[in-house]
């Protein structure tokens, strides 16, 4: 705790001080550019990552960076995703992955989660993940490469399930939304995003720049999971 009480304190005296301007702007509302859908997990930073400012991503993080289907939970994900696409009017939804996820990691290997009940009904809705890796991935072996496919397949998952929400349903059909599948490898710094042309994941400059606006993030309709 004294490491994150220091840190507190030079936030006070260094960086709130420093950019006391903007702090006092974000008093008075926020636009922010982008929903970002992430893990839990501490070693990912999303703000670092893709070095915004506060006000500029609103943050929905938990175990898997899952998106449980509109109706199939009363939580917090449904509730954050409509305030932010109805109220805060964000043009981008990003879900992004990462390497080396803990939370794919037990969805591939059930006896890890023997004494984590609510971490195993979690996973739940990402139970596709689980079916596509197995059907569709043969030809990997490796446990690690079985792990980063399912990193992969998970992000693409939780987009389709994005789309049964009302709120990001209506957007998308009013072009005014685009969703984004990215996975961050934290340990080299790269960051993939999905091509929905090419059907994989490629450095995400070439998503942000060859992809069309309606297509980001998407999977060709053959494709997607039915949940």
């Known amino acids: 705790m004294q490491k994150l009480v220091e840190g507190v304190h030079q936030f006070q005296r260094v960086v709130f001080s420093s950019k006391k ?7 008075g509302g926020q636009q922010p ?3 970002f859908i992430t893990c ?5 930073d999303p703000s670092l990552l893709t070095q915004t400012d506060p006000g500029e991503l609103f943050v929905l993080r938990n175990a898997g960076n899952i998106v449980p289907p509109y109706g199939a939970v009363d939580g917090g994900e449904a509730a954050t995703i409509e305030y932010a696409v109805e109220v805060l009017g964000v043009h981008n939804i990003i879900v992004c992955g990462h390497s080396h996820c803990g939370a794919m990691a037990g969805l591939l290997d059930p006896s890890q989660l023997t004494k ?7 996973l739940r809705h990402s139970e596709s993940t689980c079916r ?3 059907e569709n991935n043969l030809h990997v072996d490796s446990p690690v490469d079985r792990l980063d496919a399912a990193v992969e ?6 987009l389709d399930h994005l789309r049964t929400h009302p709120a990001v349903a209506a957007a998308l059909r009013r072009n005014v939304l685009d969703l ?11 960051v993939f995003g999905y091509h929905s042309g090419e059907r994989q ?3 995400v400059e070439r998503t942000e720049f060859s992809d069309s606006p309606t297509s980001r993030g998407s999977r060709p309709v053959d494709q997607e999971v039915q949940s």
């Open 40 to 44: 839990a997990d501490s070693r990912i």
């Open 201 to 203: 994941f490629v450095p």
């Open 116 to 122: 984590l009940p609510a971490v195993r009904a979690w």
């Open 180 to 190: 984004h599948g990215w996975v961050y490898r934290f340990e080299t710094g790269e």
């Open 33 to 35: 550019l982008a929903l």
């Open 21 to 27: 301007h903007l702090f006092e702007a974000l008093a």
């Open 132 to 134: 596509i890796v197995d």
């Open 153 to 158: 397949e998970n992000v693409l998952v939780q």
